[in-house]
């Protein structure tokens, strides 16, 4: 998938760029009068990139994101607490009610929650701490009108 973002800073060898967040209705010819997810509000994401092609604070880039990429990040946001919540409670109800504990169900949940928070919280620390690799890269840059005709 391709994204056209802005770039808004230059940090050593990287870019922050900013850009719309692309939806899944986001060519949607009904986009403008639409009010589905919230499709009225603008989603402006950020992003840190190599900066590969030596853009300069101004340029539009296009990205190339790996579908596959998606995919990963979808089941490390969602599939992964999903999976750590249901088997936390699994085990945490089956161990109440082997030791007859009271209210088995209710511990289980919150042992559930509690596992879903500590997901989170380790793929927060692996993100800040730079550990995650995201394999978007810079396909071409396409300098403002004013900025290529005052160059020549």
């Not at 056209?4 to 990287?14: F, L, N």
């Not at 922050?16 to 994401?45: D, F, N, P, Y």
């Amino acid at each position: 998938m391709e994204q056209k973002v802005t770039v808004v800073a230059i940090e050593g060898e990287h870019v922050l760029v900013q850009g719309r967040r692309a939806s899944a209705c986001g060519k949607c010819v009904g986009k403008s009068s639409c009010s589905t997810m919230g499709s009225w509000v603008e989603r402006v994401a950020e992003l840190r990139v190599r900066n590969s092609l030596q853009a300069d604070v101004g340029d539009e880039i296009v990205l190339d994101v790996p579908d596959g990429l998606l995919l990963s990040l979808a089941f490390q946001l969602y599939g992964l607490p999903m999976l750590a919540f249901v088997v936390t409670g699994v085990v945490v109800r089956s161990i109440a009610v082997a030791a007859g504990w009271p209210q088995a169900d209710a511990l289980a949940a919150v042992a559930g929650f509690v596992a879903v928070l500590a997901c989170y919280a380790l793929i927060h620390r692996r993100v800040s701490s730079g550990r995650t690799r995201l394999d978007v890269r810079m396909v071409r840059v396409e300098r403002p009108q004013a900025y290529s005709q005052s160059s020549n």
